[in-house]
């Protein structure tokens, strides 16, 4: 089983909706989970950190659910600026472990 | 500031070839780490390193080397160049381990023909 598990996608969505991801993460010991976001041929940055509590930035939700092992990204009022892949990230110890992105597009 | 400098930003390699791809950063940063990015996949750690004198292997460490004498730089050897090694690669820095915030430099797009 893969530590971090993504649905690849992609999402097609209009502009204007909104539309949510999931990731699910194995190891039950994990203490910190981001999401990143990577344009296409460009190097991943930081989006958001994913606390217990949830939280929120602007247009952009997120929530870990630490029973279930899944944290959550929602979009609202998608922008088409929006469009690019999203990265579900687990950080333990010494590393990162990224999951292989969901691919969002946004259209008009 | 720079932050995180990779170079070369692309190179074509011949199978069997030798090269290293540069990392400087200027964060003052402890951890450091190489990623490869295959084609509509996830990042996959080949190395990192936790500080001067002391590296790791990751998850796919064959056919790589990596010497961290200072800091600032983490170069990554790709020794005997096979295609299976055509990815992009991605220098990462962390201010204190799994727990901190990731930042990239822009990747070096290798291709071994």
């Known amino acids: 089983r893969k530590e971090v598990e993504q649905d690849p996608g992609p999402f097609n969505v209009p502009e204007g909706a909104t539309v949510a991801f999931n990731c699910t993460y194995s190891n039950s010991a994990s203490q910190s989970f981001f999401w990143y976001r990577q344009d296409c041929r460009k190097e991943p940055k930081l989006l958001m950190s994913?606390?217990?509590s949830g939280n929120e930035d602007g247009r952009f939700t997120a929530q870990l659910n630490r029973a279930s092992q899944y944290i959550s990204l929602l979009i609202r009022d998608s922008k088409l600026s929006d469009s690019a892949t999203y990265l579900c990230?687990?950080?333990?110890?010494?590393?990162?472990?990224f999951g292989t992105g969901t691919q969002l597009k946004v259209e008009l | 500031n720079a932050g995180v400098t990779q170079t070369p930003k692309f190179r074509i390699l011949k199978i069997g070839q030798s090269m290293t791809l540069q990392c400087a950063q200027d964060m003052n940063h402890n951890y450091m780490y190489w990623y490869r990015q295959d084609p509509g996949m996830g990042l996959k750690l080949i190395y990192y390193?936790?500080?001067?004198?002391?590296?790791d292997k990751g998850e796919v460490p064959n056919g790589y080397n990596v010497s961290r004498s200072t800091t600032e730089d983490f170069p990554l050897r790709l020794e005997l160049a096979a295609p299976s090694q055509t990815s992009v690669y991605f220098c990462a820095t962390l201010l204190g381990g799994g727990n901190t915030e990731a930042f990239f430099g822009q990747g070096t797009r290798l291709t071994v023909v």
């Open positions: 994913v606390y217990s």
């Open positions: 390193s936790v500080g001067a004198g002391i590296t």
């Open positions: 990230v687990e950080g333990g110890g010494n590393k990162l472990t």
